[in-house]
């Protein structure tokens, strides 16, 4: 996983993200932005899911699926 | 206290691209069906499991029958058993005083064993075996015939119970719709369909008594019915001067479209379906127009998925959550296209049975087949669905439940919700024994070591 793209987003609170070097946005809600600040934290997939278990409601089995879902979408998107 | 949790999402912007997909078709979510939880009825007959409101049955039938009725004196229904035979279906349809419309001869012997009477069935179809030809003849079906060989083997089978049978012809005919079904019956415009009643008026053991046709299946354009009602009313006018006969019955077929939302069209049925009244309208009005009062015959409609698609629903199950090396989300659920035969050519409406938070995406929807043909919906706008989460697909009430075919699993329960709200299993889940009955295995096969 390649974490240096992610400094040069910018990353709004409301949930948009800018790319300078393609020129594309995204839109993601806050469960997503939480997982990019721990991205940026260098923390590694393990360390997220048990963070997002610490801060919110759910089953390791459900956040599990999730952010490797949500990882796979950033590849999809270039962004890692 | 820990934060409610919502799926992550994150989604490209595109901007000034339109969204292909019918965005609001596939939105929102629904707890019940016809006033039962959806839990309940998974708990009573498991997933998947096929739902059929009997009130739906009611009303889309009375419906369609009393505005026929109303403007057609001589109107008739007859239930088209190939589209939902089940034996609850059929009693429904036939305690509303429907006769039954029959394609085989396996057809033929459950509206009898169901108690329906020989006289009260409509026997058409490209195929009837000669056996079954006496039997209808002897019972006194309407039997619409297709082909000049079945014309003969009709004739024999009259002279074999010694009678003289009336029948009926099957006619085809361009009425301005592509593709046009010229396949079965006699055709109009190249005046076979008069040739045919020619041979049967010469024929000692027959005589006419009846026109029938289908024009087609999902017909968007009422104004099809109106050629074909003119065409065959002319028809019915040669036949009488030239034959001195008196037509007892027209039979218009069936052919309505029913609220699904056929692949590759962009409009949501709401939108795209006309309501069945036009094309009732068509019907009734064209004759109307075309007739003497003095010489109303019987006219008969076949009326099937557009009464019964919208009383049907499948509930299933998703399984499993992937996301396809593309990009695509998808789901596996387990119910696959060899239940759902008109999934061929629908795009079924999907509803999921909770309220669900997270960005919607076009997701596709698989069987659990393992094969891949076996694409229940090839895109469906849904949110992110945990596992677990039921799946209500509709219309499903027309053709599936006949269609169906049995493969590496069992096929599912289909349950009737009672006009009063109770429910009841109308065909159970296959077992192990259904599927081998009729299996034999020969004696030297019998043992093996592994
Ligand atoms: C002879 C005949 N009658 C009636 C029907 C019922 O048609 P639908 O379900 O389109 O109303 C069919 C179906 O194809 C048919 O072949």
Known sequence: MDRDKLSVLAISDSGFIFDPVTGHSYTANATGLRIFELLKEDKSEDDIKSVLMEEFETTEDEVSVDVDDFIENLKKYFLI | MKKEYIKPYIKKQTAGIMNKFGVSYNKGHREEIEGVPVGNLTDKFGSPVFVISEKVIRERYRKIYSYFSNKYPKAKMSWSYKTNYLDAVCSIMHQEGETAEVVSDFEYQKARRLGVPGNKIIYNGPYKPIESLEV??????????????????????????????????????DTGVYPQWSRFGFNLENNSAFNAVKRIQHSENLYLEGIHCHIGTFMLDSNAYREAVRKVVHLMRKIESEFKISIKYLDFG???????????????????????????DAVADTLL?????????????????????EAGWLISTVDAVKRLPDGTKSYIIDAGVNLLYTSTWYNYKVEIDRELHGAYENSIIYGPLCMNIDVVVESAFLPPLPRGTRL??????????????????????????????ST???????????????????????????
């Open chain 2, 289 to 309: 127009e075309e007739l003497k009062p003095d010489e109303y015959p019987d006219v008969y409609l076949e009326t099937g998925r557009a009464i019964i698609d």
């Open chain 2, 136 to 173: 209808a003849f002897d019972e006194g079906a309407i039997v619409n015939l297709d082909n000049f060989d079945e014309i003969i083997k009709a004739e024999e089978a009259a002279k074999a119970i010694n009678k003289k049978a009336a029948v009926g012809i099957r006619v085809n005919m």
């Open chain 2, 254 to 280: 069936g052919g309505f479209p029913s609220m699904n939302k056929l692949k590759g069209t962009y409009l949501p049925p709401e939108v795209a379906v006309p309501p069945v009244e036009e094309f009732i």
């Open chain 2, 392 to 421: 209500i697909l509709s219309p499903m009430g027309a053709y599936n439940v006949t269609q169906w075919m049995q493969f590496i699993r069992y096929r599912p329960a289909v349950a009737m919700i009672m006009e009063d709200g």
């Open chain 2, 424 to 450: 009841e299993e109308i065909r159970r889940p296959e077992t192990l024994d259904d599927v081998v009955g009729p299996e034999r295995i020969p004696e030297k096969l019998k043992k093996f070591e592994l």
